[in-house]
């Protein structure tokens, strides 16, 4: 019998109140040292598959 797979692939990304986004944390924090945006950071745990744009936009949404 196979054992069903029912985790879901997910990715992080870092996203600032401008609407910028990027995959890479590295970058995020060094993005963040210099102020490049204006505020810090903030993280999303998004599946594989998901509509990113569409995604930080709702997310800014919320926070607005």
């Known amino acids: 019998m196979d054992s069903l797979n029912t985790s879901t692939q997910t990715q992080f990304i870092y996203y600032w109140l401008d609407g910028y986004w ?3 944390k590295e970058e ?3 993005m963040d040292s210099i102020n ?3 505020s810090l950071h903030q993280v999303a745990e998004l ?3 998901a509509n990113i744009d569409e995604e930080v936009r709702r997310l800014l949404k919320q926070v607005a």
Do not use: K, R, S
């Open 28 to 30: 995020a924090d060094l």
């Open 36 to 38: 490049a945006f204006g």
């Open 22 to 24: 990027i995959t890479d």
């Open 47 to 49: 599946p594989l598959y």
